[in-house]
């Protein structure tokens, strides 16, 4: 099986920097996504990783390290709507479905 | 608008009841999905159909039954549950299994169902 974790809950204050981590233990990785989820929303597509290394989007950049099975997301001047649930994916072990965490909810206040 | 439609929004069932979830996608994709989400868990996998072929049923109980009469629609039918089946069912749809690289199994959701059983 995969056991994927991922912190319960963050808070941040607007224009600041924050960062998810995503640690991932599998056999045969294949792939790790980002997803963000607004209450009562659906879960929308941030990132895909499959190489080592840092991919830059906008405001929010996603890292990977296979070799520690380590992920994070990374959100640059953090507004109020950034406040949302970002769920870490992973697809490993010849599927091609991804495993969810749990999701970290994210409150940026003021 | 993620391309991927599901109806109702809100469904509040007795234990005896029978309903129907629905979802449309639009976007030209092979594989569907439903998920369920529970608070404080992680999204659970039930249901992959391919090509109109259910290809995952992650040991649901029978009291769920897909059905995929397309590429394009997805049904989950309801009946007899249990108040801990309240929860938020997500369905997705992506390209589909050998279709490219593994950026291209990102999966597009629709807002969901949420569902309450009394």
């Known amino acids: 099986g995969q056991n994927i974790d991922q912190p319960t809950e963050m808070t941040a204050t607007e224009g600041a920097i924050v960062q998810i981590n995503c640690t991932y233990q599998?056999?045969?990785?294949?792939?790790l996504f980002w997803y963000q989820q607004h209450a009562g929303e659906a879960p929308t597509f941030l990132s895909y990783?499959?190489?080592?290394g840092l991919e830059e989007k906008g405001r929010f950049s996603s890292f990977l390290s296979r070799s520690k099975g380590y992920s994070y997301l990374l959100l640059k001047e953090l507004q109020m709507k950034d406040s949302a649930s970002y769920l870490c994916?992973?697809?490993?072990?010849?599927?091609?479905?991804?495993?969810f965490g749990r999701g970290t909810s994210l409150i940026v206040h003021p | 608008e993620t391309g991927v439609t599901q109806t109702p929004r809100h469904l509040v069932m007795g234990m005896t009841n029978k309903k129907s979830l629905k979802c449309e996608q639009h976007?030209?994709?092979?594989?569907m999905y439903w998920y369920k989400q529970s608070a404080k868990k992680p999204l659970e996998l039930m249901f992959v159909?391919?090509?109109?072929?259910?290809?995952e049923n992650n040991s649901v109980p029978s009291r769920f039954s897909p059905e995929c009469p397309n590429s394009s629609h997805l049904f989950l039918h309801l009946h007899t549950l249990q108040p801990e089946d309240s929860a938020l069912y997500l369905c997705?749809?992506?390209?589909?299994?050998?279709?490219?690289?593994?950026?291209?199994?990102?999966?597009?959701f629709g807002s969901g169902t949420q569902l309450s059983v009394l």
């Open positions: 997705a749809s992506s390209q589909g299994p050998g279709q490219g690289q593994g950026a291209n199994e990102k999966l597009f």
């Open positions: 599998t056999s045969g990785f294949n792939g």
């Open positions: 990783n499959v190489l080592d």
């Open positions: 994916a992973v697809i490993a072990g010849g599927s091609y479905i991804p495993t």
């Open positions: 976007l030209g994709h092979n594989a």
């Open positions: 159909y391919n090509f109109k072929e259910q290809t």
